[in-house]
């Protein structure tokens, strides 16, 4: 069975419209499943790529209860209004960091 090359393209274009409207779908409902009142939740995983620091360094926030968690179903999930509060709060110290002068 041989398919001209239009109606391929044709088939495989319908193919990744379909996966977008599902992809887009499955994030809606992700983004409804991570929520707690209204607000969007974050995971483990989450939290330490937004802050960019290892798992030590989160369990060390949390067991100085720096930054609230929740546990849900075994899992931990930090709110998003908390999250920015612990950044407003431990992450405000600014450096700036001057370039040597040259003796020219």
């Given at each position: ?6 109606e ?11 996966l977008?409207?599902?992809?887009e ?10 929520a ?6 974050f ?5 330490m790529?937004?802050?960019k ?10 067991s100085?209860g720096?930054l609230p ?6 899992k ?7 999250v ?21």
């Amino acid at each position: 069975m041989n398919i001209d090359r239009t109606e391929f393209i044709a088939w495989m274009q319908r193919i990744v419209d379909r996966l977008d409207i599902l992809g887009e779908a499955v994030r809606k409902q992700q983004n409804k499943l991570n929520a707690f009142d209204g607000e969007e939740l974050f995971d483990n995983q989450d939290l330490m790529e937004l802050l960019k620091i290892s798992p030590r360094s989160l369990q060390r926030y949390r067991s100085s209860g720096r930054l609230p968690y929740y546990t849900i179903s075994g899992k931990l999930y930090y709110k998003n209004s908390d999250v920015h509060l612990f950044i407003r709060e431990h992450f405000n110290n600014r450096v700036i960091r001057e370039k040597p002068k040259s003796d020219k």
